[in-house]
Nanobody
Framework: QVQLVESGGGLVQAGGSLRLTCAASGSISSINAMAWYRQAPGKQRELVADITSGGTTNYADSAKGRFTISRDNAKNTLYLQMNSLKPEDTAVYYC??????????WGQGTQVTVSS
């Protein structure tokens, strides 16, 4: 079972940027679609963005135009570049496969806090 470790979160002012990294302990090339999710306090975990092994991307409406997801299969790494951050982006961010397989992969996540 591949382990996923998220990093890159932190405290940033509104309008700032962060780049999240998800490092896999093994190959993710066989996982067609990888995704970033987030969970804000008191809310359900939600899908932020996903990317197929071929590079096709999809974004939640809240992330469109501000976030960019990418993956490097050679490095077994997933990224999320977040620009123009807003206080409502404050959440714990997780990476996992897209779909039901995600439940087998949840890690500790990385905290993103955006101050106004």
């Amino acid at each position: 079972q591949v382990q996923l470790v998220e990093s890159g979160g932190g405290l940033v002012q509104a309008g700032g940027s962060l780049r999240l990294t998800c490092a896999a302990s093994g190959s993710i090339s066989s996982i067609n679609a990888m995704a970033w999710y987030r969970q804000a306090p008191g809310k359900q975990r939600e899908l932020v963005a996903d990317i197929t092994s071929g590079g096709t991307t999809n974004y939640a409406d809240s992330a469109k135009g501000r976030f960019t997801i990418s993956r490097d299969n050679a490095k077994n790494t997933l990224y999320l570049q977040m620009n123009s951050l807003k206080p409502e982006d404050t959440a714990v961010y997780y990476c996992a496969p897209l779909g039901p397989r995600r439940y087998d992969y949840w890690g500790q996540g990385t905290q993103v806090t955006v101050s106004s």
